[in-house]
Every structure is written in C-alpha cells, then in structure tokens.
C-alpha cells in the first residue's frame, strides 16, 4: 500500500472523487480543485470556486467535474495543462439555488450530472433538467444500468428520458442506497447505515452475515467492484474491508494498516489493478494485483525485519528489536491489526534464523540461542552472530569477529574453538564443495578457504574489496558457480583462473519498495512464500506458479518538456520551435501509476540506446539549432514498450539566421572598406612621416654640413691665422734684426762720430766736412730710429694703442716688449732681439708687470693676448 498525506498534493481537502484516464493517469475531485497523479508528481488545477465533488474521465484529454453550485469540463491545452469552463446555466443568479453534484455519468452519448435536486443532460452542447422525485441521494451503475436513490420514493431506473421506479424502500425508511452487485442469483444491496439487503420481489430484505454486521458498524460510504468476484467497502470508521461476493472478508486495512485516515469517501479500481482510495486526510492505494504483501509496523509492535522463518505453524520474526512470533494464520490481512509477541530473554538485534536438524537457531547481537516455543536457549557467550550454516557434523557462525566452530552434544550444540586464520566481521558463509567455504568481510574483501579435515584453512584467496566495483558486495552460489553482485555489476569465479571477472551489469533485483540495502534475494519461508525485510516492517510474496495474472506494459506518455538555462525554465510541447537561448531540455515521459519500470532513450539515428534507468526524467543540455527526434522506451513487466517518438526543433540563433548573414555580409564590407580607409590613412600618414623624417634627416645633413663647413672654415682661419702668426713672427724678428742692425749701425756712427769730435781738434779743413758729415749722420740717425718704431705701429698699431690708453706710462721698449711676447717669442730670443742679457731681459719684464699692474699669480702672455 502506499499513502499520501495532504502536504503532498498541496494540501487540496477531502478528496470526494476519484477516476483514472485511459492512459493511466489519475484524477481526484478535491475540495479545492481537481488532483492530477501521474505516479511520481502531483498536479494541482482549479477551476469552479466550490469544491469539487464529482469526476468523470471521457478521455485522456477530456474530464467533467461536478461541484459546489457549478459543474463544467477541462480541456488539456497543448503544454498538457487542463483548462476548465463551466457549463452549469446559472453562474449569474444564484441567490436561490443551492445545488451540489455529488456524480457525473455518461448515458450513452449524454452526460449527466446529478445534485439532490436534478438531473442535468448534456448533449451537444445543450442541457436538458430532469427533477427529481423528492431527493436523490444516490446514483450507480449495475447491470449495465443507471439506478437513482430517492430519499422518500425508493430505487429508480434512468432510461434516457426519464425515471421508472423499480424499488420500495422499507417501512418508508431509506437505508441510503450506494450500490449493488450480484451474488449468483441473488441482487444484493449496498446501503451506507444499515448494511447488506437482498431484492426480493421488488423490497429490500436485511442480509445476515458477518461482513453486513461489520458494514453496519462502520456505516459505508462508498462501494466499488473489484473485478468480478470481490468487493471493496470504504467506511467512515474502519477503513476498508474487502470481501468476496458472498461476504468473506478478505482485507481490512485501516490506520493501523497504514492508512492516513479511516474515513474512505470514495474508491476506484484502476484497470492497471490499483484501488484508490481517497479520505478526509489523505489518499492511498493498494496494488491488489501485485504477489507481494507488505506488513509495515504502524503501532510500534514489532519494528524493522530482518530474518523469518516458520516452523510448526508458528511464524518466527527477527527484528531490531528482538525475536517475534504469531501463528501463521494471524497474518490474514481480515484482521483490524497484526498480533506479534516478543518472546522473553530475545531483546535486541535478531541478525538471523535457521533450521538445522529441527531445531530453531537464532543469530542475536549477544550470541547464539536455541529457539524452543517461547523459550530461549544461549548456545555460547560471544557477542555478534551474523549468519549460521551447517558444515558436516559442525554448525559454523559468521561472528563480529571471526567465526565459531559449534559441534554436537547429545540434542544440543556447544561452542568448540575459533577458526583460525580469519578475522573480521563475518557477515555472510557460502560452502562451496564439502572442502571450502567462502566468507564475506565488509570493507576487508571476500575469502576463499579450503578447509582440511580439523577446519583449518590450509589454503585461502584474498580477494580485496576495491576489486568489486559497486556497494553491498554479496556472494551468491547457484549451478554456474560462485558469483559476487554489488550494485553495480556482477562478477563470476573462474576456478581455473582463481579470480573473478565481470559477467555483466547488475542483476535484475527484486523490485520492493523499501527494500533493506544489500538485499539480493529472498529468504525462502514456505512452499509458496518467500520473506524481504523492510524498513519499519516485512513482505511476503506469493510464488506459486500461475497465480499472478500477467500483465500488459502499460502506455508510454510524454508529460512534460521544459526548455530552461540559468535564468529562466519555460514549458513547451512537442513540435515546438523552442529558442536558442533555451536549449537545455528537461522532458519527462512516463508510465503514468506503475511501478518498477525501467526507462531508456536515444536520438533517433544514433545507434546505442542508453542504460536502462528507473527516473523518467531525460535532460538534454547545450543543444545545437535544428530538428531533434527523442526516442524513449520503458520496460515494465520485462515487456519493452512501443517507442515514444518525441519531436521539437531548436530556433535557429539570430546570429546564424538570413538576417544575420545579410548583417554579416554588410559588416564585412563595412569592415573591408575600413581596412581599406585605414590602410589609406595609414600610407597617408606614413608618407607625412617619411616626409618629415626625410626633411629632418635633410635638415640634420644640412646642419651637419654647415658645421662641417663651418668647422673647415675654422680650421681653413685658424690655419690662415697660424701662416699670418708665423708670418707676423717671422716679420717681427726680421723687423727686429733690422732695427738690432740699424742699432749696430747707429752704434758704429756714434763711433765714427765720437772719433770725428776727437778729431775736430785736428785742422780746420776737416771742419768743415765735419760739419756736414755730423749733419748727415744726425740725419740719418733721426731716421733710422723713426723707422723701428713706424714699423712696429704698422704691425701693432690697433694693439699699441689699446695698450697706450690703458698704460701711458709705457716706453717704445716696453711696447716692443709687450709686442715679442704677445707673438709668443721666448725669453731668449726677445733678449736677442733687444740686445740684452736674458737676466736683464727678466728685470724689464719685472718691470712691465709693475706697469701693467699684474698681480703675481696673472700671466703676462695671457694678459697680453686678451688685449
């Protein structure tokens, strides 16, 4: 069974109604609305502003709903979401109506809804009222004929047009018809709170069983058939009973059971083979078609299950909270609750049972007991038996730590000795062949012992976990030999190799909900029953051959497409243009309501199919534009489904549309015809540049041959300067040769003219010529010292006049003087020149500095040439 609190479904009220679609969809008449389930998400619609009381599907996309003062259809749209619009004719004035339809049938091709006051026929789009007699309380189909309970004037039959009675109530009293089915001959009456009647000549007669007393006692409010030879009763105070057509109780489930309420307003029997039930807190449904039966421990009596067996009709149960036991006949599910007993000295894990020699063991967290009825006998002191087996006249006990060694005394069993040689905890013991045995260690790895004949492992392969892809590695012997199953894989002992290899992906686990992890097969228990440990509780399933009725895959729906990306999720539909910008798809296709159905896909021309996977959810990220086709598959019941083609299209992105190209082909010649004018530019301004730096370098050259130019010229003055300076030498010391020749000459005439005064004593005939003579040598003497000196000015004339107004007081020797050293004459050749002795040369030149007024650190010669 499964149940569903109001949170689920978005907390929608009472649910008054309920049908399935022929795809398998369920719908639900809430009081706020109309419920969609699908079997993994609920969906929520609302529509009239009443609640919502009656439901009918008249196709997959197609439903009338009944409610509060309004009743109208809903019509799916093609994003799959229904749409409602009312048909009831008096939405405008209701102030003196007060009218609520509690059913919806289809007549042939009328649709009928139905209040306590009226019948309102719907056809082509028209509607016809029919009143009723007094006031419906009822209607229902049986015989392939629709019945309609009248409080005051008993059962009608509806025949298209109008009502013809065929029941009396008794004593004037109405039991409040719901229902009716057929019992052989016999037509048996549903009534909400008097029970079962049987028709008699046209009158109602009790009916006298069990199951009428216990309907009475709960006061029905809803029946429905349950195929054709069950029955299915939802009270308002004890849940549902389920009983055969001649009223054996076959199920009573209630809240001790697991249902959310005992109030059941109303129930539907799908043709997948689920019954629905809907409450005034919840919704649940029992799969009446599925072999297995699932025993959840809602009271707290018992816990969670983890081994079983049954011995002397007594059904033994080990749990996490001790060992339980009940007569295997208590576990009818007729019963309003399961009776367990905890049998004294058991509290505490219970890891495992076994029947060896007829005797009960149990594996406990605190050891190993002996089970005889309700007494219990430990068989040793160490803590923790995970497993137990027998081994030839040996029991073997996979402990927390290593396993124990039991053999026989007398009818009972007694420890013996640790086995050696291995350790660790020892979940789980395989014998192979009569020589080895296998052992399991999680998160150590699995052991393969020989054992010799005094149980010692004189041979042992370690085969470490991390060699097991997957979780709950689990050792499993069957004909083809030694297999280890994880999650994942399964891999297979190959004796001549002495190792495993991968033989496949997982193996086909048993499909129970709330099945304890690492639980691969079942626990055989009976004959015709095998035993699961559940969370909170344990299932049974039925394995006789040919009892479970083979069922037909169901249809394969596609329920939603979402294009999404980061920031926004858009719901779509199959065909459409979806943008480029949402090119991540979330699609969803479905068996609506089944469980254990495996899903795979592909696109269609790629080759593989993917892996089969339980979500039904498919998400295609990062698509490219263009047409896409998504080929889906289920399998359900090993049966693979017809392939569900599903189509869209991702839009082209703007940037790869005409418009674009015709975009890009503009930009591009914009673009060259930028190059291009950049280009031109660019050569433009290159030009400029090499312009200007051919004239700068014409510029630079120019002024470089200037300098050049100029630094000939320098040189060509300099050099003149130097031939005039050589030459004004070479003249000054011919000038002075000169003017020291024309001294020596006036010396020689001061000679000739001191000898001639001498002689001007002698006779007067010389004087006269003395006379004359005198007077030419005096002549001559005025002219050859005028001439050193004209001869110096012409040479010296602008830099003896600089000196002259500078420094009067300077002699025609000291011009001269300042003359030889400014031409840059030595010491020696000046005192040649002046006919001197160098030291008096030296004296002269003291004295000129005087004159000059020269401090002693100035030089003379520079002093002279910066004149």
């Not at 001959?185 to 069983?209: A, H, I, M, S, Y």
């Not at 014998?431 to 042992?460: C, H, M, Q, S, T």
């Not at 896909?601 to 990220?621: P, R």
């Not at 006049?801 to 001269?816: G, I, T, V």
Request: glycine residues 6%; contains cysteine.
């Amino acid at each position: 069974m499964k149940s569903f609190t109001p949170v689920e479904y978005n907390n929608a009220g009472k649910i008054w109604d309920i049908q399935s679609a022929p795809n398998g969809i369920v719908y639900m008449a809430a009081d706020r609305g109309l419920l969609e389930y699908d079997g993994k998400n609920w969906n929520h619609f609302t529509g009239s502003t009443g609640f919502t009381r009656s439901i009918l599907i008249a196709s997959d996309s197609l439903i009338y709903t009944g409610s509060d003062l309004d009743f109208g259809i809903w019509r799916k749209n093609k994003f799959q979401q229904l749409e409602y619009t009312s048909l009831y004719p008096f939405q405008k004035n209701l102030q003196d109506i007060n009218e609520e339809f509690w059913q919806i049938h289809q007549f042939q091709e009328d649709i009928l809804f139905v209040s306590s006051q009226s019948i309102y026929t719907y056809r082509t789009q028209q509607l016809v009222k029919i009143a009723a007699p007094s006031t419906f309380t009822d209607s229902f189909w049986f015989n392939d004929r629709l019945y309609f309970s009248d409080k005051i004037n008993g059962l009608f039959v509806f025949d298209g047009f109008s009502l013809k009675k065929v029941l009396e109530l008794p004593g004037n009293t109405n039991p409040g018809i719901i229902g009716a089915y057929q019992m052989g001959n016999e037509t048996v009456t549903v009534t909400r709170d008097e029970g079962l009647f049987l028709q008699e000549n046209n009158k109602l007669v009790p009916l006298n069983n069990d199951l009428s007393e216990k309907l009475k006692e709960a006061k029905v409010f809803s029946f429905e058939r349950i195929g054709s030879n069950y029955l299915a009763f939802g009270t308002v105070l004890r849940g549902l009973y389920i009983a055969d057509l001649y009223g054996r109780i076959i199920h009573h489930v209630n809240r001790q059971k697991g249902l959310p309420s005992n109030t059941i307003l109303s129930l539907h029997y799908s043709p997948s083979g689920k019954l629905w039930m809907g409450m005034d807190y919840g919704v649940a449904s029992l799969d009446l078609k599925s072999n297995v039966t699932k025993f959840y421990d809602y009271r707290g009596d018992f816990g969670t299950a983890y081994s079983a067996k049954l011995k002397d009709g007594i059904f033994y149960l080990g749990t996490n909270q001790g060992l339980y036991s009940s007569k295997w006949e208590d576990l009818n599910n007729n019963l309003e609750f399961f009776r367990f007993g905890l049998i004294p000295q058991t509290e505490g894990q219970v890891w495992t049972l076994e029947i060896i020699e007829q005797q009960l063991l149990m594996g406990h967290d605190k050891g190993l007991f002996r089970i005889n009825g309700n007494t219990v006998e430990p068989l040793n002191e160490q803590d923790g038996v995970w497993t137990i087996i027998p081994y030839k006249d040996f029991i073997l006990t996979g402990n927390y730590n290593g396993i124990s060694i039991f053999r026989k005394s007398g009818n009972s069993w007694v420890f013996d000795r640790k086995m050696e040689l291995i350790f660790g905890s020892c979940n789980q013991l395989i014998v192979e062949k009569d020589n080895i045995l296998w052992v399991n260690i999680p998160n150590f790895g699995i052991i393969r012992a020989v054992l010799d004949n005094e149980l010692y492992p004189a041979e042992r392969l370690i085969f470490p976990m991390e060699d097991f892809e997957g979780e709950d590695a689990f050792v499993v012997k069957n004909e083809q030999g030694i297999h280890v199953l994880t999650l994942n894989h399964q891999y297979t002992f190959d004796n001549s190799l002495k190792e495993f290899s991968r033989s496949g992906q997982a193996r086909d686990f048993p499909r129970i909900e709330d099945l304890l992890p690492g639980i691969f097969s079942p626990l055989a228990l009976h004959h015709d029953y095998e035993f699961f440990p559940l969370y909170n509780g344990f299932a049974l399933q039925y394995i006789r051959p040919g009892e479970e009725a083979e069922r037909e895959p169901g249809a394969l729906i596609m329920r939603r497409i979402e294009a999404f990306n980061n920031h926004d999720r858009l719901k779509f539909y199959p065909g459409a243009l979806i943008p480029y910008q949402l090119n991540n798809l979330h699609i969803e296709t479905i068996i609506p309501n089944s469980a254990d159905v495996l899903y795979h896909f592909k696109m269609k021309g790629s080759e593989d199919w993917s892996d089969w996977q339980k979500s039904n959810v498919v998400e295609l990220l990062g698509l490219s534009h263009g047409k896409y086709n998504l080929l889906v598959r289920a399998l359900e019941n090993d049966q693979i489904t017809e392939t569900k083609l599903i189509s869209f299209r991702v839009a082209t992105p703007w940037h790869f549309s005409r418009y674009a190209y015709v975009f890009y082909f503009l930009l591009l010649g914009l673009m060259v015809y930028l190059v291009y004018y950049w280009q031109v530019l660019t050569l433009k301004k290159q030009k400029k540049k090499m312009l200007l730096k051919e004239q700068n370098s014409l510029r630079e050259q120019m002024e470089k041959h200037k300098q050049q130019i100029m630094l000939l010229e320098q040189e060509r003055l300099q050099e003149e300067y130097n031939q005039v300076k050589q030459q004004l030498k070479g003249k000054t010391i011919e000038l002075a040769n000169k003017a020291r020749d024309n001294e020596e000459k006036n010396r020689l005439l001061l000679n000739l003219k001191d000898k001639f005064e001498k002689a001007r004593d002698n006779p007067a005939v010389f004087r006269l010529k003395w006379k004359e003579m005198q007077r030419i040598l005096d002549s001559y003497l005025k002219i050859e010292d005028k001439t050193f000196e004209i001869q110096m000015d012409e040479l010296h004339q602008e830099f003896f006049r600089k000196l002259k107004e500078k420094f009067p007081d300077l002699s025609n020797n000291d011009l001269r003087m300042c003359a030889y050293l400014k031409i840059g004459l030595n010491s020696k050749e000046i005192a040649e020149l002046l006919n001197i002795q160098p030291s008096s040369f030296y004296i002269s030149r003291s004295r000129l500095r005087k004159k000059l007024n020269l401090k002693t650190e100035e030089d003379l010669y520079n002093f002279l040439n910066r004149i």
